[in-house]
């Protein structure tokens, strides 16, 4: 009977009840209730669907395949580690925000047709918006604002293509919108106008070049507690759909070289380490894009594995900063440095998340960048390997050395504080050990790629050169940094896209404004002075010595009353 | 900016300086041996490579010299070949170079200080454009 309602259901509900549980315990209620959506989850029966007839609509409420099962249950081991880490916050809010926006994650990466998807796309940006708004500020009130309005247009966006598409093929299935296999490839013309606007809309919330700033304007707003929320869900969910609708798109292809790219030199000159991690994470969305893009089974495969090992270390990572936020308040890096003395298990914690996003031999990055970066080799795509190993030197300057070392090494700060509470290390030391064991053990993550795999991770050759990638990058860092060559942390704002409408449109607008104030006032001083103008002119005719007010002689009189009658004569004529 | 080095000095960190900031020497070395060690491992494992990509080129080559004997053919051979190929990789990922650039001696190496070094450079230049004060949104 539970397996008919959409998983994570119990947690969308279950929500509902925690405020009546107090402060204390709603935070237990929710990692409870997490746990119980994953037992119903893990039980429910492979290939497993459920239609709803509703408004004379068959939909696909829920769709358990390989691709659901693998997302559903990376969302759920995060919702629980989450739940855990935020264990010691007394804001009720907060858990049902958590809880609910988890559940319709969950349940919209089951969801087999595009309404259902719909909705949960709507509930997971109007509940996690509540993640940022907690911080309780006014720059997260404003930047919350910008992130609903962002995310609500992605969802506005994929029910208006939803509907379209509808009226065009008469059917509402989320599957390939291009029809493809997996190793067949299409391009972007192909498309219908439907599909085209559902592709933006997954665009937005999967952070593509260019409509990605709301992540980093948003994630580094939330909560400690809170980002590590938002770290999993929304853009993998995006991700998610994306393998699903527009698999073998080769655009796409180029769309995520560009994301694994730019995020990189951003993250290098920013100073807020968790918006370092935000650059970061939208560079590793790349890399799923790109599997997206390339469309082999060995490439979805990649994406699928690198959405679930991706999932736990940037979880950690996030866990890793918040725990640094909690209890020094800021992760600002020119404020921070030394704290490895001070908060020595969360250092070793956000190394190994560090080393696994890196892609180090043994820890869980290793095994799925692997798939993709093989993907395209495979694929004879040349330049497609080079950026993406770029990529790999550029994840490990930002997130396998620079947020570490700016926040644990450096400088010393001088700042001593306690180490993070219990409930953070407890939640940071089960990701870390599941980043360990997927990238020693990686067999049963394999087993549940959507497609069957005998991928080799560990050759001889790959490990070697995979060191030789990561530990000569290092070396470059010392060598920079010995040469004083590497940038300094400065405090300060770095510009991208939100520059456009955080301060070009609200300039632009206020411009246009002035302008039509302007002529609006040179209109009207220009119309009162005619008016007045025409009034002088009047009262001085009509006045006793004014040519309509004086007396007028008989003879013109006369000469007036024949023109008039000549001039009827005429046209009497006529 | 300060260095690892300056701060291994303890000058600002008071008496308590970790062992860690006492040794960054140490650390620097280790990292310096693990680049070698990389280095030697491909130079120690590279007859197996070898060996590997021999394999693979020969069956290149068989089929190069099937197309060669007659022209006629030559569609269908180099559809074999690309089939051939496909499943080759389908059956095993062993083959570990995809393209020749890999088989240069310390290829990855390079490519990977070269990189990290790019990115922090374009970072930097990127400083010139981009920043602001910190309060610019809130001013």
Known sequence: ?574 | MKTEDDNSKGDDSGGDASWLERNVNVVIAGLVIACIGSLVAQLLWAPLFADKHGEASHVEASHDDGSHDDGSHDETSHDEHAHDEVSHDGASHLHPAEFAVEEVFGFEAMFGFAAFVAVVFLGTGLRLIIMRDEDYYDS
Request: proline content about 3%; glycine content about 8%.
């Open chain 1, 1 to 574: 009977m539970i397996h008919n309602l959409p998983p994570g259901l119990i947690m969308v509900l279950g929500a509902l009840l925690l405020p009546f549980l107090g402060q204390r315990l709603s935070a237990w209620g929710a990692l409870v209730l997490s746990s119980l959506s994953l037992v119903a989850f893990w039980t429910t029966p492979d290939l497993h669907a459920v239609t709803l007839n509703l408004f004379g609509q068959d939909l696909n409420i829920v769709r358990i395949d390989r691709w659901s099962w693998i997302f559903g249950l990376v969302f759920h081991l995060a919702a629980i580690t989450a739940s855990i880490y935020a264990l010691h916050v007394k804001d009720t809010k907060q858990h049902v925000a958590g809880m609910i926006y988890a559940g319709s994650a969950i349940a919209a990466c089951c969801a087999g047709d595009l309404i259902t998807l719909f909705v949960c796309w709507e509930l997971t940006a109007v509940s996690s918006v509540f993640l940022i708004w907690a911080n309780g500020t006014e720059t997260a009130y404003r930047s919350g604002m910008r992130y609903l309005i962002i995310q609500v247009t992605s969802g506005v966006l994929l029910l208006s293509g939803a509907i379209i598409h509808y009226q065009q093929t008469g059917s509402l299935v989320f599957e390939n919108f291009l029809g493809l296999e997996p190793g067949q490839r299409g391009a972007i013309g192909d498309l219908e106008f439907g599909p085209l606007l559902i592709l933006i809309a997954f665009g937005i919330k999967g952070a593509f070049p260019l409509l990605h700033n709301w992540l980093q304007d948003s994630y580094p707003n939330g909560t400690a507690t809170g980002t590590v929320f938002l770290s999993a869900f929304t853009t993998k969910l995006a991700i998610y759909s994306l393998a699903r609708g527009f698999a073998g798109l080769e655009e796409l292809i180029w769309i995520g070289c560009a994301m694994t790219l730019f995020p990189i030199v951003f993250a290098v000159i920013e100073n807020d380490l968790r918006r370092v991690l935000a650059y970061s994470l939208n560079n590793q969305l790349g890399f799923m894009v790109v599997g997206i893009g390339i469309g082999t089974e060995l490439a979805l495969n990649g994406t699928a594995a690198h959405a679930f090992c991706h999932i736990i270390y940037k979880s950690l990572l996030f866990m890793s900063m918040g725990a640094v936020l909690h209890r020094v308040g800021t992760t600002k890096a020119t404020e921070l440095g030394g704290l490895h003395k001070s908060m020595p298990l969360t250092t070793v914690f956000c190394m190994i998340g560090g080393g696994a996003i890196a892609g180090f031999p043994l820890l869980s990055g290793f095994v799925s960048k692997s798939m993709i970066i093989s993907a395209a080799g495979h694929e004879q795509m040349f330049s497609v390997w080079i950026i993406l190993l770029i990529a790999s030197a550029g994840v490990m300057e930002h997130s396998g050395i620079k947020i570490p070392f700016f926040a644990f090494f450096a400088h010393d700060s001088g700042k001593r504080v306690k180490e993070a509470p219990w409930n953070m290390l407890t939640a940071m030391a089960i990701a870390s050990f599941c980043c360990i064991a997927i990238g020693v053990y990686y067999q049963p993550l394999y087993d549940m790629l959507p497609f069957e795999t005998h991928y080799e991770p560990y050759t001889a050759a790959h490990v070697i050169m995979q060191f030789q990638l990561l530990l000569f990058a290092a070396l470059a860092f010392v060598f920079l940094m010995k040469a004083n060559l590497y940038p300094a942390e400065i405090r300060s704002t770095n510009l991208d896209t939100d520059w456009v409408y955080r301060r070009l449109l609200p300039r632009l607008i206020a411009h246009i404004g002035k302008l039509v104030r302007l002529i609006d006032s040179i209109f009207r001083v220009a119309c009162l002075a005619m008016i007045k103008q025409f009034l002088n002119w009047l009262s001085k005719s009509c006045s006793a010595q004014g040519w309509l007010g004086s007396t007028w002689s008989t003879s013109s009189m006369a000469f007036w009353a024949a023109v008039l009658l000549g001039v009827f004569l005429i046209l009497y004529y006529l």
